[in-house]
């Protein structure tokens, strides 16, 4: 599985280092991101959905605890990188998923990764027997992981779906909710509730079509305003729901 992790170091030498080394060793682990400072980092942090995050102990103005101190409910996994042994027991008290010590030793490194992806496979799977067993088992109710857990959303309240690559956007009438599944994904788990792939890219409430708008494929009008275009291969079988 991939890996999405930033890099936090305040050290440019000892970063680049790290940076190669996960470039060459690495290879699930997409590296989105690096800081230098405590700051860069919560930036980082708030900004993408993360699996790990490689972090230095020492850095200019605090150290990692204070920056770990800001996250209480952090749901990424933490390698920390630091050329002292004292800190092994804050790293322990701190949930750390592995402990490096500078010199990075390779075989070190590549141990921490692979544990690190045993357990998001495991959180993974643990995820989609939760998913399966409430999109199936309570009527009319979606289960939707996210960062700390998973929200139970009613079926009923989804306008429609939209795919953005491996994830997809889910749009509701007042907001919209990022989930780490793919749109293939909701196709199915909504497959008893009358929604309709109408793109590659969109699957729609079919309840929630306020207008049909003819063309080769043609384009639907959704309740919320938002106007989503129907493929040409998608029209027969949308269209199908009100004949």
Known sequence: MSLKAILVEDETNSREILRNYIGKYCPTIDLVGEAASIKEALVLIENNILDLVFLDVEMPFGNAFDLLDQLPDRSFETVFVTAYDHYAKDALNNHAAYYLTKPINIDELINAVNYVEGVREKEASLEDEVLTAKSKGVEGKLTLPQ??????????????????DNYTEIYLLNKKILVSKTLKYFEDALAEFPFARVHKSFLVNVNEVVKYRKGKGGSVVMSNGKEVLVSASKKKDFLSYFN
Do not use: P, R
């Open 147 to 164: 960062q700390d857990g998973f929200q139970i959303l009613n079926v009923s309240e989804i306008i429609y779906c939209k795919a953005d």
